[in-house]
Structures are given as structure tokens and as C-alpha cells.
């Protein structure tokens, strides 16, 4: 397959040809500088992969010929749910490019009582460049699947989500003295080889002032397990890269990018 990947969702059941969009076709013309005749690929998000001829490069439009259609499979021994409080905006961005190439599949902002910023903020604008930053982190990292992105929400709703969908949660909490991530990994480990499925697991970061005791008893009544990052106190946006990468690695990932 050609070298350079671009997430196009919505591409249709069997595409013949694929009309690239505004900022892709920009990117393919003026930046990447490819011709007609050149072969790409392009992602659906959701597990195919096309490869594509270009037919078409002009300023008006970028048209492409499909000529293989396959399937991206994930190497992943987990799916990764990070949930993280929304905090300044630089921080959110990293928090998205990064987590996106270490191999985190959803991201879910929440507010919480420490939260430095208490109020959603969404908007189109803002959820737009956002799911850029994390398209372009998944097209550049090689990912097959794009990381989703949930609307920011309540703490409480985080851990209601958090609990309804997830074999296991894990909240990285300072306070934890006795280690915690083996021992709280080994049980979804020892069944991994039976299941068809990788298990989904939630990780918990908490904000720059910490969870608050309230919210570390919300988490443990929902069934969390808290776990040490180690003996130094990480930034929370280098908590939230740190965390999804050992737990990749503590699951023994051949391939912990896809
Ligand atoms: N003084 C704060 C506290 O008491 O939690 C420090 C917060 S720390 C800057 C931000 C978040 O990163 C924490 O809430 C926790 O989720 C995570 N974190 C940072 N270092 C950690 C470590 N060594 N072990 C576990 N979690 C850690």
C-alpha cells in the first residue's frame, strides 16, 4: 500500500472513486506535492482500507480511482479509554496528539472538582479541531482506526459511562502506595487468550490539584482499581501519555500503535 494515509469517513459502501475534501486535497497538492498517478490510502476510521490512484489533482478537486479495498487489523491487547480533565487548552491538544500515536482508542474530557477549567466549553469550532489534531496524529502514527471523541461531561457522568462500558477501570491516584497496576492488569491478562474481543478499559487521570477524597471513594464504589505511575508526580497531560503507554506495555503489545 502507498506511504500516505488520510482518514475520510463516510467514503460509502463500496466507493469506485473517493473525492478528497478541502483540507486533504490541499495537503495532497500543495504540501505533499502528488500527482496524478500517485497511490495513497485512504481510512474509513472504522477498520477499511482503500488503496487509491489518483486520477484527478486541480485546484478545484482531487479525485482518486479505488483499486484495492482491504481491512486494517489492530495488534492492540486493549482497547483504551482515556478519561482526563478538561484543563487549559494547549494541555487538551497534547493530551489528544499524544494519546492518539501512543494508542489510545477514546478520549473523554470530564470536569471535575479541580478541574482547572469548570465549564464544557464545546463548540463546533473547538470539537472541529480537535478531531483534526486527532485525525492527523492517526494518519501520521499509522493508526488503522481513528480514536473517538466524546463530548465533555460531568465526572459523574464519566464514571457512569466509565462503568457501563468497560470491563475494567483504572484511576491513576497519587495515593496509592502499593504499586497497583500488575496486580489490577493480571486478571483481564489471564483471560485475553479466550477472548475474541480485546478488553476495554477505562484510565482515569485526575487534574493538576487531584481528585478530590470524594471523588477517589466514587471511583473505588464503582469498582476502579487506583494505581501508582511511580514515585515521581507527573504533570497530568504527561500522567495521561505515561498511563495508556504501561498499560500497553504491561499487556504485553507486539504492535501497541494500532
Ligand atoms: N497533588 C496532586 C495530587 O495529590 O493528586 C498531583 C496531581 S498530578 C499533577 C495530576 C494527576 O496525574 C493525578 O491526579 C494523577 O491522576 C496523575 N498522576 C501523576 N503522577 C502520578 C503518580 N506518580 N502516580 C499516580 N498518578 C499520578
Known amino acids: 500500500m502507498g506511504s500516505h494515509r488520510f482518514f475520510i469517513k463516510q467514503v460509502g459502501q463500496a466507493p469506485e472513486t473517493i473525492r478528497f475534501p478541502g483540507d486533504i486535497a490541499h495537503q495532497i497538492r500543495n504540501v ?43 495488534a492492540a491487547p486493549a482497547l483504551l479509554h482515556l478519561f482526563f480533565p478538561l484543563s487549559k487548552r494547549d494541555k487538551v491538544e497534547w493530551i489528544l496528539q499524544k494519546g492518539t500515536e501512543v494508542g489510545v482508542n477514546a478520549f473523554h474530557p470530564f470536569i471535575s472538582e479541580r478541574s482547572l477549567v469548570q465549564t464544557p466549553e464545546m463548540n463546533d469550532k473547538r ?21 473517538d471523541l466524546a463530548q465533555a461531561g460531568s465526572f459523574e457522568n464519566a464514571i457512569q459511562t466509565a462503568a457501563n462500558a468497560n470491563d475494567l477501570i483504572l484511576a491513576a491516584w497519587v495515593g496509592e502506595q502499593q504499586g497497583g497496576m500488575q496486580a489490577s492488569l493480571a486478571h483481564v491478562k489471564s483471560r485475553m487468550g479466550d477472548q475474541k474481543t480485546p478488553p476495554s478499559i477505562a484510565l482515569f487521570i485526575g487534574p493538576e490539584g487531584g481528585f478530590s477524597d ?3 471513594d466514587h471511583l473505588k464504589a464503582e469498582g476502579a482499581h487506583t494505581v501508582s505511575l511511580g514515585a515521581n508526580i507527573l504533570r497530568m ?15 504485553g503489545s507486539s504492535d501497541p500503535l494500532k
Request: hydrophobic share 45%; net charge negative.
Open 127 to 147: 470539537t472541529t479541531r480537535w478531531e483534526a489534531i486527532i485525525r492527523e496524529a492517526a494518519e501520521q502514527s499509522g493508526r488503522g482506526r481513528l480514536p
Open 214 to 216: 470524594r471523588e477517589i
Open 32 to 74: 505533499l506535492r502528488l500527482k496524478p498517478d500517485d497511490v495513497v490510502v485512504v481510512m474509513d476510521g472504522e477498520g477499511r482500507a482503500f488503496q487509491v490512484r489518483l486520477t484527478v489533482v486541480a485546484e478545484q478537486e482531487t479525485i482518486g480511482k479505488v483499486i484495492e479495498i482491504g481491512e486494517v487489523r489492530s
Open 237 to 251: 497531560e504527561t500522567a495521561a501519555i505515561v498511563f495508556p503507554a504501561l498499560v500497553l506495555y504491561e499487556l
